[in-house]
């Protein structure tokens, strides 16, 4: 297996609901990324997990919660979101310090 | 704060042209370079990477790296309009993240 998958491809919600993004790699890469792009912006780096430990929150608000319960499985769990967090949510993982490979993203929409 | 600048275009050129893509960085320890195409709608898609100075060549593909001028660029050989996309160029940043330029809109016309 040589991707990142991501679901779900597209997800709607309101302001007050609770829903979560799910990543996940089997290529035994130790270091996973979400990052948030909004429409003609390059994508911007949110969380990086190293050996399933967070190493930055670059300052994301708390309505954003990330989770790695293991080497091969990223979460983003969101909830009171406001509309202008609509964007595409990209995970990545690395093998090393080095390339990172995206999966095809997450598509928000907060109503 | 590292920094990478790129034109952002659009960058028009005729289908079989070489098209020309460039980047400058602020950080003069920066060690990696990449370059990602990103199709509308689409995530980013790893092209090149290049940590020495020179060239690097895949396929139609060319990477330069100038560390000195803190330059990278990338050259599209025989450029097909399937190649009409956003190029982003990136530099690793501090904990491995990446550090992406706005990006370089390249048209390719038939």
Same mark, same amino acid.
């Given at each position: 297996d040589t991707e990142v998958?991501?679901?779900?491809?597209?997800?709607?919600?309101?302001?007050?609901?609770?829903?979560? %993004?799910?990543?996940?790699?089997?290529?035994?890469?130790?270091?996973?990324?979400?990052?948030?792009?909004?429409?003609?912006?390059?994508?911007? %780096?949110?969380?990086?997990?190293?050996?399933?430990k967070l190493s930055i929150n670059e300052s994301v608000p708390s309505r954003f919660s990330p989770e790695c319960p293991n080497s091969s499985l990223l979460n983003?769990?969101?909830?009171?979101?406001?509309?202008?967090?609509?964007a595409l949510y990209l995970c990545a993982s690395s093998p090393s310090v080095n390339e990172q490979f995206f999966g095809p993203g997450t598509r928000l929409t907060v109503l | 704060q590292k920094e990478v600048e790129q034109n952002s275009g659009p960058l028009s050129v005729s289908e079989g042209a070489i098209a020309s893509l460039n980047c400058t960085y602020s950080d003069r320890g920066s060690q990696s370079f990449f370059w990602y195409r990103q199709y509308s709608g689409k995530s980013p898609e790893l092209i090149m990477f290049i940590y020495s100075n020179g060239d690097k060549e895949d396929g139609r593909f060319t990477a330069q790296l100038n560390k000195a001028s803190q330059y990278v660029s990338l050259? =599209?050989?025989?450029?097909?309009?399937?190649?009409?996309?956003?190029?982003?160029?990136? @530099?690793?940043?501090?904990?491995?993240?990446? =550090?992406?330029? #706005?990006?370089? #809109?390249?048209? @390719?016309k038939p």
């Open positions: 998958t991501q679901t779900p491809k597209h997800l709607v919600m309101g302001m007050t609901n609770k829903k979560s %993004l799910k990543c996940e790699q089997h290529m035994g890469h130790r270091a996973m990324y979400w990052y948030k792009q909004k429409a003609k912006k390059p994508p911007e %780096l949110m969380f990086v997990y190293s050996y399933e983003l769990h969101l909830h009171a979101l406001q509309p202008e967090d609509s | 050259l =599209i050989r025989d450029s097909q309009p399937s190649d009409s996309a956003t190029y982003l160029c990136a @530099v690793t940043g501090s904990q491995g993240n990446l =550090i992406f330029g #706005k990006g370089t #809109k390249l048209s @390719v």
